[in-house]
């Protein structure tokens, strides 16, 4: 039921682009996206709605696709602040509706 | 600051114990989520309640219980504590009975270490 995500963990160099996917085997209705930096509480980034509509306050963009149950987190001109677990996060019906997250993707970006 | 409050922030106990964990939601907000997070692990759902009212329940133990009071703080309960329950333990507040279209705000944590 667990979203995954891929890559498990990145390691990039400042400036550079990186691409964060998230995969879920139950219909999605929304994705959001949320970072933690270690030992600090997970901090929203983006939501992304059927019919793409897009709602996020950083400048970071992602890609939302229904029929594949897919998102992608698209993070360009990566900065040493972009280190951090990134998490999908997505309301899944088994029932009742649960909101849960991925399993995570762990991203250091190095001087 | 998300406006979410979680007290205690560190709570040290032996196995056996029980302790709580307390959350007070933002201002306005009705949905109280729990997580849980052990070391370098991802965030598990636990438990959610919208306005006072249980609505949706994830893999929780049997030895943890939660509630959330008319004043909308929630409470997590967890007995018979055993090393394994060492984690750290996440209250998120949302406006909406399902965060479909809004963002969850997340207190501190609060980490529990079972020795």
């Known amino acids: 039921q667990q979203p995954v995500q891929s890559p498990q963990a990145v390691i990039l160099r400042e400036g550079e682009d990186a691409v964060i996917n998230c995969s879920s085997s139950?219909?999605?209705?929304?994705v959001h996206w949320y970072r933690q930096k270690h030992g600090e509480a997970p901090v929203f980034l983006m939501i992304?709605?059927?019919?793409?509509e897009q709602k996020g306050h950083e400048k970071i963009s992602a890609s939302f696709n229904e029929k594949k149950q897919q998102s992608s987190l698209y993070l360009t001109a990566s900065q040493l602040s972009y280190s951090g677990t990134y998490f999908c996060?997505?309301?899944?019906?088994?029932?009742?509706?649960?909101?849960?997250f991925g399993t995570g993707t762990r991203l250091k970006v190095l001087a | 600051d998300s406006g979410v409050t979680q007290t205690p922030k560190h709570l040290i106990t032996a196995t056996g114990q029980r302790v709580t964990l307390r959350c007070s939601p933002r201002?306005?907000?009705?949905?109280v989520y729990w997580y849980q997070q052990s070391l370098d692990q991802g965030l598990q759902f636990l438990i959610q309640?919208?306005?006072?009212?249980?609505?949706a329940k994830g893999n929780i133990l049997e030895r943890f219980s939660a509630q959330q009071f008319p004043d909308l703080h929630s409470e997590l309960n967890l007995s018979s504590l055993e090393l394994g329950d060492s984690a750290l333990y996440f209250c998120?507040?949302?406006?909406?009975?399902?965060?479909?279209?809004?963002?969850?705000?997340f207190g501190e944590g609060s980490r529990l270490t079972v020795l």
């Open positions: 996060g997505t309301d899944i019906y088994t029932g009742t509706y649960k909101y849960i």
């Open positions: 139950k219909a999605l209705y929304s």
């Open positions: 309640y919208y306005n006072g009212e249980e609505r």
């Open positions: 201002s306005g907000d009705l949905s």
């Open positions: 992304l709605l059927k019919g793409g």
């Open positions: 998120a507040s949302g406006s909406l009975d399902r965060p479909n279209t809004g963002e969850l705000f």
